[in-house]
């Protein structure tokens, strides 16, 4: 049986104009840059460069109606004398002019080179091999990551021979062209499929003597003793001294674990961050600026303007023209907008950056991170009354250029800490301490975790052990075994 009812229902909705401008809030400089690029040629209404009036009203209005659903206008209820007003062309500079002539700009270059892998094939051209051989080498070649290992099992690869190359093998065949042709290209050391083969390689690469001879047996037989640093194992199973067993550990320390990675031409995509602020120390005073040098001045298009001075003035009104009129209303109502979203965008940028650095202050004049406060997104939201997510965007994807480096903001956010006075002190800062402390331990007697946290608490941090195992790994730092040296 249907049944009307009348319920009452309290909701918020963003408009689609709020989520756009927290889209552009989020974005980068360069993205952003973008984006302006492709409103630019999606909407014709918006132009660039100096406009014909010098006019300019911050005031900009709105003309979207949220309210009117799927109801279609008509050209007739658009009222062109507010289109025509000077007032309502808004033009706005996104571009800051805080550039001088004199600026120097930093440009990082880019070389072109030959890549990793291309380098590896080509090598494999100085070496005799069939043709069979050399469809193989050249196949495990395009197997090898950016570290210069093979990490797939040899028979998966055979399979792969048979279905992608129409290579019908074994792995014994494979396992002796992976020997005699890719185990010898250079860097020294690719085409291994564990670090201790490649450390074996790069080994048996290098002039025979005592002590390589003896890494290569320890290596090859006691791999998991020396890993995991049992060096007292190391020196019953091999009768060897503790300065015999230095020189031996040092002949190791010397290979490149990672071969891939050290090859000089292996040119990845060049990434270069372009920051979104800079601050910078002017008389002892900090100074904050946005980058917007490649952004362009925005104003309404005049052309626009006038073709609805145009369909004013004229006495007959086609339906052509008419629909006319619909679109341009359409493209200046998104033109204005977008103006105004920019400003927005600028404006909410530089109040979070400008509450940011006055509330790490210190850090940013000193550049010494254990004068950064504990910073929570709320601690800045609350100053600036805005909302914790606004004030996220702003901080997770946004780098700013400081005179200790460029800095992703996100990294000036810290939980805090009670010190033994009951002080709140930055996460971060006791991060420094931590690592200072392992930097200057007996590397012969590494702190152990438990030490390390009655080292804090002599320092005046009670922390317990849990969180300094828990700091430790932020820090990407081994556990004491791992940090012992001969």
Request: hydrophobic letters at 35%; aromatic letters at 6%.
């Amino acid at each position: 049986m249907l049944k009307q009812s009348l319920n009452y229902k309290l909701l918020q909705k963003l408009s689609p104009q709020q989520i756009q401008l927290m889209k552009l809030i989020q974005l980068p400089t360069q993205a952003f840059e973008e984006r302006l690029k492709q409103e630019i040629e999606e909407n014709p209404a918006l132009d660039t460069g100096k406009d014909e009036s010098d006019s300019i009203d911050d005031d900009l209005s709105n003309e979207y109606d949220d309210d009117t659903g799927n109801e279609k206008i008509e050209a007739e209820d658009i009222n062109i004398d507010e289109y025509l007003s000077d007032d309502e062309i808004p033009n706005y500079k996104t571009q800051a002019n805080n550039y001088s002539a004199d600026d120097e700009e930093k440009n990082v270059p880019y070389a072109a080179g030959t890549s990793f892998h291309q380098s590896l094939k080509n090598q494999l051209n100085t070496i005799r091999l069939d043709e069979e051989e050399k469809a193989i080498a050249e196949f495990l070649v395009g197997s090898i990551d950016d570290s210069g290992y093979i990490r797939r099992e040899i028979i998966d690869l055979v399979d792969d021979l048979a279905f992608t190359a129409n290579i019908f093998t074994t792995e014994e065949k494979v396992i002796s062209v992976l020997k005699k042709a890719v185990h010898t290209l250079d860097p020294i050391g690719v085409g291994a499929r564990d670090l201790k083969e490649c450390l074996i390689i790069q080994l048996k690469a290098k002039e025979p003597n005592k002590n390589r001879s003896l890494a290569i047996e320890i290596l090859n037989t006691a791999f998991d003793h020396f890993v995991k640093k049992h060096y007292k194992k190391l020196q019953e199973k091999f009768n060897i001294s503790e300065e015999e067993l230095k020189e031996i550990n040092l002949e190791i320390s010397k290979l490149n674990p990672k071969p891939g990675s050290s090859y000089a031409g292996n040119n990845k995509i060049a990434e270069q961050i372009v920051p979104d602020f800079s601050i910078k120390i002017i008389d002892g005073e900090l100074d904050l600026t946005l980058n917007s040098r490649n952004a362009p001045e925005l104003h309404v298009s005049r052309e626009y303007n006038n073709m609805l001075k145009g369909y004013q003035e004229s006495n007959v009104k086609t339906k052509s023209q008419k629909d006319a009129v619909f679109f341009i209303k359409q493209k200046l109502d998104a033109a204005k907008w977008f103006i105004d979203a920019i400003k927005q965008r600028q404006q909410t940028l530089l109040v979070t950056m400008n509450t940011i650095m006055h509330y790490q202050y210190e850090y940013f004049l000193t550049g010494d991170e254990r004068k950064l406060k504990p910073m929570i997104l709320k601690d800045i939201a609350d100053k600036i009354n805005m909302d914790v997510s606004t004030v996220s965007r702003v901080a997770n994807s946004k780098y700013v250029s400081t005179p200790y480096g460029t800095k992703l903001i996100k990294i000036f956010f810290s939980e805090s800490m009670k010190n033994d006075q009951g002080e709140d002190v930055s996460t971060k800062q006791i991060k420094k301490i931590l690592e200072t402390v392992i930097s200057k331990e007996n590397k012969k007697k590494p702190l152990t975790d438990e030490k390390l946290a009655a080292i804090l608490k002599e320092k005046g941090y009670p922390i317990a052990r849990r969180t300094v195992a828990k700091y430790r790994e932020q820090l990407d730092l081994p556990v004491a075994r791992l940090r012992k040296e001969i």
